[in-house]
């Protein structure tokens, strides 16, 4: 290349340099507006929800139990009773049928029947111990069934998920499976202590298994950047090869508590919502949660852009990395949130919250019983 080439060279490139700077500045730019006029409008228009006996929660009962409001009929139980175990409070005594599937999610579910069993009228209901609903929307007349989590296309009735006491994921850290809220949450503040927001690593940070390919996109941007992000994919039970962790080797778990270190936590969908997601706000860090369709009993409560940064399912790599940077760059708007959601979930979900949610609930939809529940010889005491 001779030197007027060179220059003409170099003249188009700085050109063309320039001109695509300025053009990804000025989407970095629009994107920037975006956001800060997000979390403005939800600053605005959030109201903080009632609190006194738990009452915040009260309206997704009232949601749930919509459909059942002309009442609920015997008919309708022993229709629904092949989506779950079949439970019924009598005379203020807990009784099941004998089959659970998961017999460490029923010993959570009845650890908090047993708190509330005194104050409970006659209820028989089908509960279903699945990740997954049963009952889709607008197919027949809905049945009545509980179920930890769903989305809206269907009609179940949602109650607290039996990890609040036992019954969890199984993993290494926690091999009896997940639960005990009570004391992770204690130990989880603790841990968010000496990790102040000052002192946290400014990064991303995800542990989990593939139960969902939403999650992909974050396990290859941290193994492109691993500067902005650190996430891996660890073993579940269904591990049988590498591919099952994206063509890696599966990550060490870190502890709920150890998720503290880090400025940044993601929350994707699993099977059915995670338990994951209430555990990552204590530690007082910016929750990124990953689609918003999958829904336990008390998410509906907690605002996208005031409680946590809400991230299109469909995200790529790309805009993951986008919407990170902007964070990184407006720090304070970052602390803000996630003090917002700490704070929520410090003081609405606690075990006197999730005990008072089973009271109130089975009280309501006892209300909407149509016969009186009688025993019967399939049903056994549970005694705790
Ligand atoms: N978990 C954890 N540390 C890890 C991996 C998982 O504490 O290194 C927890 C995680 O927070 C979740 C549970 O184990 O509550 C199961 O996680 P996984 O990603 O396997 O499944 P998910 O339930 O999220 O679909």
Known sequence: MNTLNFALFYFINAVACHHDHSRSKNMYDKLSNQIIGKINKAKNEYTSCYTKN????YPNILNDLEPFKNGITREMITGAADKGTR??????????????????????????????QLNTPDVEFILNTRDWPQIIKHYGDPKPVFSFSKTDDYADIMYPA?????????????????????????????????????????????RGSRTSEQRDPLILLSRNQPELVDAAYTKNQAWKSDKDTLFAPPADEISLEDHCQYKYLFNFRGVAASFRFKHLFLCKSLVFHV??????????????????????????????????????????????????????????????????????????????????????????LINR
């Not at 006491?165 to 926690?174: D, E, Q, T």
């Not at 399912?313 to 986008?322: C, F, H, L, R, V």
């Not at 902007?326 to 929520?344: M, N, S, T, V």
């Open 87 to 116: 439970y019924m409070i009598y005379n203020h005594d807990v009784y099941r049928e004998a089959k659970c599937m998961f017999p460490a999610r029923c010993e959570g579910i009845e650890y908090f029947l047993s708190k509330i």
């Open 291 to 380: 689609g918003e369709d999958w829904k336990e009993f008390f998410y509906q409560f907690m605002k996208p852009w005031y409680h946590y940064v809400p991230i299109n399912p469909n995200a790529s790599e790309k805009d993951i990395k986008n919407i990170l940077v902007f964070f990184k760059e407006h720090d304070d708007l970052a602390k803000e949130i996630a003090e917002q959601g700490y704070r929520f979930i410090r003081t609405h979900l606690r075990m006197k919250d999730i005990t008072w949610y089973w009271e109130t609930l089975l009280q309501e939809y006892a209300k909407l019983l149509k016969y009186k529940p009688k025993l019967d010889n399939e049903l056994n």
């Open 54 to 57: 738990g009452t915040c929660f």
């Open 162 to 206: 039996w990890s609040f006491w036992s019954g969890g994921p199984a993993i290494k850290l926690h091999p009896s499976g997940l639960g005990r809220w009570d004391s992770l949450r204690k130990s989880i503040l603790k841990q968010a202590e000496q990790w102040p927001w000052k002192n946290k690593i400014n990064k991303g940070f995800f």
